[in-house]
């Protein structure tokens, strides 16, 4: 059906604005007895958390990696598998490709099933929300399905597959909008039984018309969006402003390691004598009898996996006192290309240089 100028104002409008905004998280096709609706998802909700980053004295961001504690050794993405357990450290292994075989076909519909009550689904399934945006030529349809559920009071009970899963969706309408919540499976939610509340409670009613009565009197017509104020990140934000302003706490890049003046008379420093001084020094002082190492990873493990374990045996003997910060090191063991060096610690990578100068 051909379009009228209405609507075709109604699609220049909506899409020139859209061209500025975020980019749709998935884009396809509503799809429901004979109706076709290309729509895209967005996502509803942003995280505005402060996150708190690990890092090393020095700055360092640090890395969080798979690590066997029988061999004391860190873990390359190739010597990883999943495994399913199915008692006390008892796992079926389960490969890539059993995943892929079982993984549902890719789609880019939203195969809507059927109309429930919005009432009869409860908030406790509702895991993420998306907003569901109407593609180029599809205002009016998305204005006649957001009115029609709305009028109706239903929402819409869907599965669509986004990269490889499978979800099951309820559409909602609010005020003109179709949104998209990402439902819990039944099986994921708790029952009150399982946790020991009674299904009722007889409650005296002198104590609950007092209730009734401090509620109304703490009442409100609205939610105030201020009351849901995230108090703890904005604290966290003043703390870290306040730090700032005092130049408390701040790590600042190579803080140790002011440029030298072209036109300074200091002799420069050979931190590579320095720290090989110092290693001479730990290695005469200490006792002759070591404890051995441990066995090396049963048949199958890398030479990769050995030789860093050595590097961490190593490290242990590097004096912490030497004066070379993180990014000396790092640098010289970029000279003398050696692997791994970007997941090593301070000392690791001091005792990787000595062992390989």
Same mark, same amino acid.
């Given at each position: !059906? ?24 998935w ?26 980053? !690990? ?11 798979y ?26 292994? /389960?490969?890539?490709?059993?995943l ?7 789609s ?16 406790m ?21 957001? =009115?029609?559920?709305?009028?109706s ?9 986004i ?11 609010? =005020? ?34 007092? !209730? ?17 104020t ?7 934000r ?11 706490? /701040? ?34 002082? *200490?006792?002759?009898?070591? *404890? ?12 990769? *996996? ?27 063991? =970029? ?8 997941? !090593? ?13």
């Amino acid at each position: !059906m051909p379009k009228n100028k209405e609507d075709k104002d109604d699609d220049k409008d909506y899409h020139e604005a859209e061209h500025h905004g975020p980019r749709p998280f998935w884009s396809g096709t509503i799809t429901f007895g004979l109706v076709s609706l290309p729509v895209s998802l967005y996502v509803a909700t942003r995280s505005k958390r402060v996150k708190l980053r !690990m890092v090393d004295h020095d700055g360092e961001p640090l890395a969080k990696r798979y690590f066997c504690p029988a061999e004391e050794v860190a873990l390359e993405s190739d010597e990883i598998v999943r495994g399913y357990e199915v008692e006390k450290d008892q796992f079926v292994v /389960v490969e890539n490709d059993e995943l892929d075989a079982i993984a549902p076909e890719k789609s880019q519909e939203i195969d809507l099933r059927r109309f429930v009550p919005v009432d009869q689904i409860d908030p406790m399934f509702f895991q993420r929300a998306y907003f569901l945006a109407p593609n180029q030529g599809a205002i009016k349809p998305y204005r006649l399905l957001a =009115q029609s559920m709305e009028d109706s009071e239903r929402a819409g009970i869907a599965t669509c597959v986004i990269r490889g899963k499978e979800y099951l969706l309820a559409i909602l309408s609010h =005020q003109g909008i179709l949104r998209a919540e990402i439902l819990r499976f039944a099986e994921e939610l708790r029952t009150p039984a399982d946790i020991g509340l009674p299904e009722s409670i007889d409650a005296d009613d002198d104590l609950t018309k007092k !209730m009734v009565k401090s509620i109304e009197a703490n009442g409100r017509k609205t939610l105030d969006r201020a009351a849901l104020t995230d108090v703890r990140s904005e604290r966290i934000r003043e703390r870290v402003d306040d730090k700032l302003e005092a130049d408390e706490d /701040v790590i600042h890049e190579a803080e140790d390691d002011d440029i030298e003046d072209a036109d300074s008379d200091e002799e420069p420093v050979d931190l590579m004598a320095v720290l090989k001084r110092s290693l001479e020094q730990k290695n005469d002082a *200490s006792s002759a009898g070591k *404890s051995p190492k441990k066995s090396s990873r049963a048949a199958g493990h890398n030479k990769r *996996s050995k030789d860093n374990r050595a590097q961490g045996e190593q490290a242990g003997r590097v004096d912490e006192s030497t004066d070379m910060t993180r990014a000396e090191l790092y640098d010289r063991a =970029q000279a003398l290309d050696i692997k791994g060096r970007s997941r !090593m610690s301070k000392d690791e990578l001091a005792a990787a240089i000595e062992a390989g100068s």
